[in-house]
Structures are given as structure tokens and as C-alpha cells.
């Protein structure tokens, strides 16, 4: 089994930050992406930022410029740096990881941590 553990989400003023971080333990053979999605109040769940094996990222064109996402090899975390953030960016945040786990290859998702942004 592969467990993640996400943290960091919270109350923040339009034009702050926050950083959240993802976790991943347990039967890991490799890892081939980490990202992180969201999903507002009745909207679809949607990409936010993903890191692929090697480094090379892809961000929503709505967080590009704000966002940036991050990658520990060693500890198999993912983090997800927001900044100048808005109120359209109050969501739940899920950790999403690709990989093999044990003899599986499959995706493993997080729990949600809720960010929003508001005065």
C-alpha cells in the first residue's frame, strides 16, 4: 500500500501564499509523476501542477507565474509553492502520484487540503 500525507492548506488573504507539501510512503518502486489538482465548488476536478521523472513541469495557465511545484527525490514529496494567490483559487487541493507501487503500476490520491483565499 502507498499512503500520502498532505499539508499546508489554510485561510489566506488575496495576494498571499502558502505552500503545501505531499507525502508519499509505503510499497514504492518508482515514481514517474506528482502533481497536484483541485477542485472548487461545483467545478471539475482539474490540473493544477505536475512534475514528471526528470523535472520537467506543466502548470494550469491559470497558476502559471504564481504557482510552482517541486520535488524531493530522496523523501518522495511533492510541494506546491502558491503566491500571489486569488480568491478563484479557493479549492480542495489533491496530491496525485503515478508510479508503480509494489508490482502495480497505478495512481495513488491524497485526502484534500482545503486552501482559501478570501479577506
Known amino acids: 500500500q502507498v499512503q500520502l500525507v498532505e499539508s499546508g492548506g489554510g485561510l489566506v488573504q488575496p495576494g498571499g501564499s502558502l505552500r503545501l507539501s505531499c507525502a508519499a510512503s509505503?510499497?514504492?518502486?518508482?515514481?514517474?509523476?506528482m502533481g497536484w489538482y483541485r477542485q472548487a465548488p461545483g467545478k471539475q476536478r482539474e490540473l493544477a501542477a505536475v512534475?514528471?521523472?526528470?523535472?520537467?513541469?506543466n502548470y494550469a495557465d491559470s497558476v502559471k507565474g504564481r504557482f510552482t511545484i517541486s520535488r524531493d527525490y530522496v523523501k518522495n514529496t511533492v510541494y506546491l509553492q502558491m503566491n500571489s494567490l486569488k480568491p478563484e483559487d479557493t479549492a480542495v487541493y489533491y496530491c496525485?502520484?503515478?508510479?508503480?507501487?509494489?508490482?502495480?503500476?497505478?495512481?495513488?490520491w491524497g485526502q484534500g487540503t482545503q486552501v482559501t483565499v478570501s479577506s
Open positions: 512534475i514528471i521523472s526528470g523535472g520537467s513541469t
Open positions: 509505503g510499497s514504492i518502486f518508482s515514481i514517474s509523476a
Open positions: 496525485n502520484v503515478k508510479g508503480s507501487f509494489g508490482v502495480v503500476a497505478g495512481t495513488v
